[in-house]
């Protein structure tokens, strides 16, 4: 952990180790954030986001944990708010694809387990619990408290071969609208980002598929996202820039879902 001062914002980012989450975690800290990273155990990517975030000159720190296995919730948010101070913001990023991509008729309960599990499931429960600390809590009126939840364009999106993963990706959406309308009373946002097409190592092994389709016009922009470009989303919806947005699905895809011919 760094030694720097608390700041006035914090934020524990999910699955902050690489990919999305790294990204975000980096472009928080770059707006002043201290922040925590979730992921299953420490590694070198998160070893070196630790390193990046403390080269920003704020609080960071690691916290082990596994998203769905949601009898570890509070010992994860209190180890977060040991870590970088009192959170004011969630983002729900950790998340996992399906065990094969195949024929819908073939997808196993295993698999379908295991994408609610930590997608879905792991979530809402963590959002859950992250939300009744805040209310319980006096906040600053000046400081926005938010819960970001990166779900996917294939909340919306059919994808016949991953089945599984659109459908927790389907509920990680509704649970961020239902947080939504809880919440407003209490000065909370919730909000969705839906990335679509994004260079990440989860997409690696159909990066090359993806991109010929996205030169072929699959998306009017002619290029496939980057971790950056959720991250500059992340941090707008953390620092309330849309605060009166409450609820709002940000679709972060290149016009992927957007109807055009």
Known sequence: MAE????ARAALVTGGGRGIGQAIALALAEAGFAVAINDLAQSEEAAETLQRLAAAGVRAGFVAGDVAAIEGHAALLDAAEAAVGPLT????????????RGDLL?????????????NARGGFFLTQRFAKRLVRRAR???IHHAIITVTSSNAQAVSIARGEYCVSKAAAAMTSRLFAVRLAPEGIGSYDIQPGIIETAMTAVVRDGYARRVSE???PLPR????EDIARIAVALARGDFAFAIGQTVQADGGLLIRHY
Not at 90 to 99: F, I
Not at 106 to 118: H, K, M, N
Not at 224 to 227: S, V, Y
């Open 140 to 142: 600053p009126a000046d």
């Open 217 to 219: 016009g699959l998306t």
């Open 224 to 227: 496939m996202g980057q971790p």
């Open 106 to 118: 073939d997808v196993t309960p295993e698999s379908f387990d295991r994408c609610l599990a930590v």
């Open 89 to 100: 913001t969630l983002v729900n990023n950790a998340g996992v694809s399906v065990a094969h």
């Open 4 to 7: 720097q001062e608390s700041s």
